[in-house]
């Protein structure tokens, strides 16, 4: 009878001011309307999903404004909060701009309140709220990238400065969402332990996927963020690491295109500046693997000055490294690229102004080999950056203490430049070398001269005896000849 009369009485039905519930499953999921069980345990009764501030489900509902924050009492701000980032989950089609016009400055203004409450809250954000506003960047910013609308080949006129700049077509919604997550990840009210759960591996690899982006500004705003991501969750350096070794390598051996290598190496370049010392193993082979190999693409001048960084720091860390690294810049170095050559020397002294005498010794001999070559480079740029190495005294240095080896090495390439060389700024760069070998060891000069004459001598002794053999032989041929007239033969 109890059951009966119980069974007769009205069901409560839900309230109208809980609006709807969106997919919170995870911070990549869309489409459930459930609760993960989980965080349904974890909530329990006092779920700030109920909110009484409803919002839309998708851009063809109505789509109005939430209150300010500054309007409602300090309590209610959280539920507040959870409610504008589920508004700011839609999200709108930038490639027509007479659409949703409304609706697109309705979210904007949103993410404006959002950036300014996380940069202002003094109270802890709950775990909730942590897995919404990870969602909410998801939706906006993890997005398939555009087919690249040029590549990345370089000429030696180019300038980074004369290309038109890409724009992207979101880009006045996704900046304040980079803008919201940066100070999100910077907090100090963000628990780094809890949050990692949803700033998690999977979340940091399309992060990294989002440098191929076009667009320069979004790069910049991804570099900083990583970054953050990088200091603050340490669980996470391992597989960043590795995550962006494997961008370097698909881009040394596939493609060579890649629109954020100059903005990860900015990364890296912070990161090594860190690594403990005695080096890891790890590290030493991120190096050979890695940024050595960097130097083979022909579009290195658009990230040569932050390779270079990278390069340098791991010489002040090891000195040990700085033959692995010399060897491996003569392994890469160009043959008919005069641009790239330029920024090969550039780096090659930056990189001796870090090498100790022992490590020097270990490769000066195919160094010099190859700057002898740089010498004598029909390219005046060439030529005069391998003759401004000798304006830089820990070089000087250097080659002071093993002059013995490589005046030799390089003597004929200053004696050929002087005789000559077309460039008169080249030529003035060589006497003045010349000068300084004369000042370090005379006796050493005045040998190599010797010898270098004595080679000369000799060349243009078989070169006169190569020319009697062709007369010989063009003579015996036109007498044996039946055929009347003058054979021309062509000499070798």
Known sequence: MIKQILG?????????????????????????PTTSPVMQTRLGAKDVRLTPFPVAGSANESYEPLPLFRDVPSSERPKLFISKLDLCCVVFDFKDNTKNVKEKEIKRQTLLELVDYVGTCTTKFSEFAMEQLTRMVALNAFRPLPPPSRQNTVLESFDAEDEEPVIEPSWLHLQVVYELLLRFVMSPEVDAKICKRYINHSFVLKLIDLFDSEDQREREYLKTI?????????????????????????????????????????????????????????????????LIPLHKPKCVPMYHRQLTYCITQFVEKDFKLADTIIRGLLRYWPITNSHKEVLFLTELEEVLEATQPAEFQRCMVPLFRQIGQSLNSSHFQVAERALFLWNNDHVVNLVAQNRAIILPLIFPSLEKNTRKHWNQAVHSLTLNVKKMFMEMDQE?????????????????????????????????ALSKSKVPGNILLLKK
């Open 226 to 290: 990583l970054h953050r991501i990088y200091g603050k969750y340490m669980v996470h350096r391992p597989s960043i690491r590795r995550a962006i070794n494997n961008v370097f390598y698909c881009f040394i051996f596939e493609t060579e295109r890649h629109n954020g290598i100059a903005e990860l190496l900015d990364i890296l370049g912070s990161i090594i500046n860190g690594f403990a010392l005695p080096l890891k193993e790890e590290h030493k082979l991120f190096l050979v693997r890695a």
């Open 444 to 476: 050493l000069f005045l040998e190599c001269s010797r010898r270098f004459e004595e080679d000369e001598a000799k060349k243009e002794t078989a070169q006169e005896r190569r020319e009697s053999v062709w007369q010989q032989l063009e003579t015996l």
């Open 8 to 32: 007769r009485l009205p069901r409560s039905k839900p309230s109208k001011s809980e609006g709807p519930i969106h997919d919170v499953g995870g911070a990549f999921g869309v489409g459930n």
